[in-house]
């Protein structure tokens, strides 16, 4: 199982057990400690004896604690790969569901409603997000919480191309219902499988900041919109949300890993094994 720093591991490239004279595994002589087990005291990434590994061993990241140090544990390179990925992720959704809640009063009235008849379909559209919620919430249990996040931004993506080709009342209100429904969904799963993604030890750090990454596409997307609206137009808008989806279900397909019947000690070890093993003498 992996272990905090600090705790008793044993060098996969010796016999017996090794401890460096000034204390630590990654620095300094190596001098030969009786039994098999020496103490890691921690500033260096440890290496963890795991049966289910290749190897038999798996790599733990360093010493955590401090801000500072679990920012740096989220792209040691056992965690990098789903920092990418989940920072992606969050940007992507965030920019296209404040850009087309932001706007779609707006836009609709543009595109020819009066304002009165824009609000009312744009409530029909708000009230997607409960189904959209409650869907993805079950899907995430039966399916993964990796595929249906990818399931509702690609159906996000294809009901944001049918919104930039809508040219009646209904066809647009019912592209955009659908765009709710599924962006709300794809945020019932970030929550859940964002945290899931990192070991304990700075577990909060990473959603927080995954999280915090996302608020960037929350605050240009109404900037963007607003300004290529008058370039573009209507079409044009919603082609770029079409885009930004897709690179968002893209990020998770190839880089996020399938979390459904595992425990958290399972992902952790799955996402440690990501590091290619090395000596540590």
Do not use: C
């Not at 087990?37 to 360093?62: C, L």
């Not at 249990?141 to 040219?167: F, P």
């Amino acid at each position: 199982m992996p272990v905090k720093a600090g705790a008793f591991v044993k060098s996969p490239t010796s016999p017996g057990a090794y401890k460096t004279a000034d204390g630590s595994v990654a620095k300094g002589v190596q001098v030969k400690q009786p039994g098999a087990w020496v103490k890691q005291p921690g500033a260096a990434d440890a290496w963890v004896k795991q049966p289910s590994a290749p190897g038999g061993w798996v790599k733990q990241p360093g010493k955590t604690g401090t801000f500072a140090r679990n920012l740096a544990a989220l792209w040691s390179p056992s965690m990098r790969r789903t920092t990418i990925m989940l920072w992606l992720l969050w940007i992507a959704i965030t920019f296209s569901y404040y850009g087309f809640f932001t706007w779609i009063p707006s836009l609709l009235v543009k595109h020819g409603m009066t304002t009165t008849r824009s609000f009312g379909y744009s409530l029909i559209i708000y009230l997607a997000q409960i189904p959209g919620y409650y869907s993805a919430a079950f899907l995430s249990e039966k399916l993964d919480r990796k595929w249906t996040i990818v399931l509702y931004m690609v159906s996000g993506s294809v009901a944001a191309y049918a919104m930039s080709n809508a040219a009646t009342d209904v066809s647009i209100t019912t592209a955009g219902f659908l765009m709710s429904f599924f962006m709300n969904g794809t945020y019932a799963g970030i929550y859940a499988y964002t945290p899931e993604l990192y070991p304990t030890a700075f577990r909060t750090t990473g959603m927080g900041v995954a999280s915090a990454f996302g608020r960037i596409g929350g605050l240009s997307a109404p900037i963007v919109i607003g300004y290529t609206f008058r370039e573009i137009g209507f079409a044009g808008v919603f082609s770029i949300t079409t885009i930004v989806l897709m690179i968002g279900a893209g990020a998770v397909a190839l880089l996020g890993i399938g979390t459904a019947g595992k425990s958290l000690e399972q992902i952790t070890t799955e996402e440690l094994r990501r590091a290619p093993p090395r000596s540590l003498g």
